[in-house]
């Protein structure tokens, strides 16, 4: 049974950094796409950046480009997301998300998930 946990949630004022971190057991996380994901109050669920299970493919939204890097450590299973220059709107419930079967699948198609680790920006 595949489990994720992220942890490296918090508070942070505008201009911070923080460094998520999300631990993977049960998959074979060397061969999964993996991503981060994060959903603000009253908001859909919405992509922060995406990675194939080959490195080869990474994606970011608009809106965290230049910012935020997505990496992952495959020796250690491990997924992460630093973040630099925060900002208010990047407040959410951030999780991290991994697929066994598919390169670059939708957001739908991820088959685990992490229980979420929130990040709060204050101005």
């Known amino acids: 049974q595949g489990r994720l946990v992220e942890s490296g949630g918090g508070s942070v004022q505008a201009g911070g950094s923080l460094r998520l971190s999300c631990v993977a057991s049960g998959i074979t996380f060397s061969a999964s796409s993996v991503g981060w994901f994060r959903q603000a109050p009253g908001k859909e669920r919405e992509i922060v950046a995406t990675m194939n299970q080959y490195e080869t493919v990474t994606t970011y939204a608009d809106s965290v480009k230049g910012r935020f890097t997505i990496s992952r450590n495959n020796a250690e299973n491990t997924l992460y997301l630093q973040m630099n220059s925060l900002k208010p709107e990047d407040t959410a419930m951030y999780y991290c998300?991994?697929?066994?079967?598919?390169?670059?699948?939708?957001?739908?198609?991820?088959?685990?998930w992490g229980q979420g680790t929130q990040i709060t920006v204050s101005s």
């Open positions: 998300a991994a697929d066994p079967n598919t390169s670059c699948p939708p957001i739908s198609a991820y088959k685990y």
